[in-house]
């Protein structure tokens, strides 16, 4: 049993990895795998890194939320 929320790994010096969204299941059904993809993202931004999307979800949220920033740093 998990009790944290996992989302991503280093996989080079300066790409990330967006490979699983895992919310606890006494809190599934609040928004928080919403909360954390944004979070992630918006600190690849921050950082200035490159991602891959291997997180179904995520890929989701980039498609509900194609934003600039968001897109211009997705590795294939």
Do not use: M, S
């Amino acid at each position: 049993c998990h009790d944290r929320a996992v989302l991503y790994e280093y996989v080079g010096k300066r790409i990330v990895d967006l490979q699983h969204t895992e919310v606890p299941d006494a809190y599934r059904g609040r928004g928080i795998a919403k909360h954390l993809a944004k979070a992630a993202l918006d600190f690849v931004v921050e950082e200035d890194l490159k991602a891959h999307l291997t997180c179904w979800y995520i890929q989701k949220y980039v498609k509900e939320n194609p934003l600039p920033q968001y897109l211009e740093r997705l590795q294939p």
